[in-house]
């Protein structure tokens, strides 16, 4: 299993980025995926996440609601992450992750960074 995040960057205050997450190793098809992230000095939290694998159904972080969009491209087996009105607060490691055996698998992280 291999998921691979990309995207990232430095961006200003209400700008937006588009992160991608490349799975490989597994049914990507048959797996809900979800995105978290981790702020220096912070526990790592859920961003947003599918309730099923068919994406249709899915839940957000009150702080990122309305702001951001998980969606799926199974052709691609590829998640995303629309983050549109970014924040300063939104700085942090976006991590995907893929609900596999025990504890799952993650990737290695890409960092975001929201600042003027």
């Known amino acids: 299993v291999q998921l691979v995040e990309s995207g990232g960057g430095l961006v200003q205050p209400g700008g937006s980025l588009r992160l991608s997450c490349a799975a490989s190793?597994?049914?990507?098809?048959?797996?809900?995926m979800s995105w978290h992230r981790q702020a220096p000095g912070k526990e790592r939290e859920l961003v947003a996440a599918e309730t099923s694998a068919s994406g249709v159904v899915k839940n957000y972080a009150d702080s990122v609601e309305g702001r951001f969009t998980i969606s799926r491209d199974n052709a691609k087996n590829t998640v995303y992450l629309q983050m549109n009105s970014l924040k300063p607060e939104d700085t942090a490691v976006y991590y995907c992750?893929?609900?596999?055996?025990?504890?799952?698998?993650w990737g290695q992280g890409t960092q975001v960074t929201v600042s003027s």
């Open positions: 190793g597994f049914t990507f098809s048959s797996y809900p």
């Open positions: 992750h893929a609900p596999l055996g025990g504890y799952g698998y």
